[in-house]
């Protein structure tokens, strides 16, 4: 008797074991089915529609005019989430979780910050800053990895922020090339001093070769300065 209700207690123990299981991997799938259901939407959304989050932390909330400012510094855009082709983080959904239990209402509107290799642009085939707009110009930042905003990316794509820029880019590679031409390859004539007006023509030439070499790659490969493409869906 003593071990046949033994018995029947292990079986209750084991049963209860298999019940808790099953229990955990359903509250287990109900998880990653939100977490699919959230990474489709921050990955289908087009419309940029305001959120209100409670007790949102200022450090994080940026104006429009920065994110442009830092878009064109870093030759960035910011797009919908809809357009964005790369995969997201699990980092990033857990920053979405929480950032939920914050909201009033269901997250939206969502936008990133990424280089334009990150995105389905509408004539074309590095790691961004997802963000959430609060209204009023101004946008959350819920995410970021990878190392978009790094010294060396603001200073090679320096030249390409406006036309300014640009052309002092070229003027700069001109002079540097023109005083580094030995004055033996700039005139015949004997005993010619490293001054002189072969030295102002190679300043020319060199500005003129360098101008048309930046025009036809400009508009072959870019197209777009950043001041106008941070918010562009063309790639060119």
Known sequence: MAAHTERERLEHLLRG???????????LGEEQKHDDILRASVLSSMDER???????????????????DLCVRYRLRFLPGGLFKGPLPNTAIHALRGLERKSNSPLSGFMFMA????F??????????????????????????GNDLSPVRAITNWPFRNVVTLSATILVLAIVFALAIPTLYLTAEPGATYWGSHRVFALFWSTMVFGSFT???????????????WN?????
């Open 17 to 27: 074991q298999a019940d808790l299981l099953q229990e955990v991997h359903l509250l």
């Open 50 to 68: 305001p959120v209100h989050i409670v007790g949102a932390d200022p450090d994080r909330i940026f104006h429009r005019d920065t994110i442009r």
């Open 115 to 118: 280089p334009a290799e990150h």
């Open 120 to 145: 389905r642009l509408c004539d074309s085939e590095v790691d961004p800053l997802l963000f959430v707009p609060l209204g009023e110009d101004r946008f959350y930042l819920v995410h970021k990895w």
């Open 215 to 229: 025009v036809f790659g400009w508009f072959a490969f870019f197209g777009q300065f950043s001041k106008e493409a």
């Open 232 to 236: 562009s869906r063309y790639f060119n």
